[in-house]
């Protein structure tokens, strides 16, 4: 997806700082060259030397080292790389761009590139309400600075909680494919981000559609999530519980949503697809770390979960690999069952989505199994399909779904994962246009999450 791709990585000097390392190896997984730029104040935080560990790259800090204006020079670095990200961007960091500053490299590099720049905020978030640092980002924005986050939630500082946490590394990343996403990609969805800013509240996921422009459709300024895919359920550093889920039916309606106008996130699971262009996917791995992006990616006016969300992982994974005795006795795994993620978000007591749907992937007595699960989780819709080994449905390209709601069982004909993905949107948007529907089913039990193809 990065493949070769260049990213100018400036480490601002906030606490944040840490997770600037976790960005780098996320972003040299997936094929990205990594340069670092760290701030005197990020070298507070984290060293130059781990950053250098983990991007395999020279890390530059000085605007007046003799060695390196004489090897590459601080224009060099702004202009060969595709894209510069600022992570974290500090209220200083921010400051000083806005207004022009150059007293140090990070600010002479970003008023030296003709390159995009994208910037994920962290700071306490007193200090992100704060009207200067609102006007700063408004000015950037309006410079043509893009934006990632920042979310709310807890801060360092104890007992603070807002809006000002940077966005997690894994979206950042999303942030950083879309704004690569190619030559016909338009600037950054700013009007949104904008909008957000303004009014202090914070942009909780990156605002999807982020680097296009957003088409016109009956979701038009609705936000829908989708999950997709299986999830990977660790054994050990090398195994892992899985499903046969491809995630085709979650990404197309993700794509469908996106393509009828929504802001789309897509939380997906480790899958073979490409992103849908004008959504913004969220990668995970296990149902755990699922939870958490739906979390973060909430509020949403319509969720969607289609994922085969594993419904058990295992007990305290090995943290080594796990050797074959001698003499035979094979390990014996202890499962516990996984979150809950359908049920969690349809209970919701407050900030739950219009419409929650949900999908249930069955090999048997498949109506009655989706009845049960809508008044089992409380969701209001749910999807059921036949993923029985004959029914072709896991990993192939069409479905035989029915549509279960409180008024009844609805049976769609077999058709494209694309149809269905449209049918469905375009059955969300009408429900959204009346205000949301009635929910199917009653709330509270238990059971588990897991459903499509
Ligand atoms: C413990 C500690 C944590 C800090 N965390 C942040 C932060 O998260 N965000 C921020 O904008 N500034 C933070 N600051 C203040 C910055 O470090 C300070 O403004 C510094 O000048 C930023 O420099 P730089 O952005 O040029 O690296 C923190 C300071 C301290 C002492």
């Given at each position: ?39 005197d ?36 670095l ?40 994208l ?57 950083v ?48 999530l989708v ?15 899985a ?6 039916q ?35 791995e296990?149902?755990?770390?699922m ?71 069955e ?7 989706a009845?049960?699960?809508?008044a ?12 029985s ?20 069982v ?12 449209r049918?469905?949107?375009a059955?969300?948007?009408?429900a ?10 009653k ?11």
């Open positions: 997806m990065l493949s070769g791709r260049r990213v100018l990585l400036i480490i601002g000097g906030g606490v944040a700082a840490y997770k600037a390392l976790d960005l780098i190896r996320r972003l040299k997984e997936r094929g990205a060259v990594v340069r670092c730029v760290m701030t104040g990020a070298q507070q935080f984290v060293t130059p030397l781990s950053a250098a560990a983990l991007s395999q790259e020279k890390v530059f800090t000085d605007l007046f080292s003799l060695t390196d204006e004489a090897d590459i020079g601080h224009i060099s702004s202009r060969e790389a595709d894209l510069i990200v600022v992570a974290p961007a500090t209220a200083d960091l921010m400051a000083k761009a806005a207004n022009g500053l150059a007293n140090d490299l990070a600010t002479n590099i970003l008023l030296a590139t003709d390159k995009p720049v910037m994920a905020p962290a700071m306490n978030p007193r200090m992100w309400g704060h009207p200067a640092t609102r006007r700063n980002a408004a000015a950037l924005a309006g410079d043509g600075v893009l934006f990632v986050g920042p979310n709310s939630g807890t801060m360092a500082e104890r007992g603070e909680s807002g809006v000002g946490r940077m966005a997690e590394p894994l979206e950042i990343v999303a942030a494919e879309s704004a690569l996403a190619g030559p016909g990609a338009a600037p950054a969805a700013q009007v949104g981000y904008q909008n957000v800013i303004y009014q202090g509240q914070g942009a909780a996921p990156p605002a999807p559609g982020f680097g296009r422009l957003q088409p016109q459709g009956p979701l038009t300024g609705l936000r829908v999950t997709s895919g299986p999830t990977h359920e660790p054994i050990d550093p090398v195994r892992y519980i499903n046969r889920s491809s995630g085709r979650g990404h197309a309606i993700a794509l469908a949503a996106a393509q009828a106008g929504a802001h789309v996130t897509l939380v997906s699971g480790p899958v073979n697809l490409p992103a849908p262009p004008g959504v913004h996917v969220v990668h995970v296990s149902a755990r770390e939870l958490a992006a739906v979390e973060v990616a909430l509020p949403a006016d319509a969720a969607v979960f289609t994922a085969a969300v594993a419904d058990w992982r295992v007990a305290g994974a090995a943290e080594e690999k796990i050797k074959k005795q001698g003499g035979g006795g094979a390990p014996s795994l202890n499962l516990v069952e996984n979150p809950d993620i359908l049920a969690s978000v349809s209970r919701m007591k407050a900030g739950r989505p219009q419409l929650v749907v949900g999908f249930a992937a090999t048997e007595k498949v109506l009655a199994h009845q049960a699960k809508l089992r989780k409380g969701c209001d819709w749910i999807v059921a399909n036949d993923v080994p004959e029914s072709g449905v896991m990993g192939g390209d069409r479905n035989t779904v029915h549509l279960v709601t409180a008024e009844g609805e049976d769609w004909p077999t058709m494209g994962k694309d149809e269905v993905a049918r469905l949107v059955r969300i948007a009408d959204l246009a009346r205000g949301g529907v009635k929910a199917g089913g709330r509270g039990g238990g059971g588990q999450s897991g459903a499509a193809s």
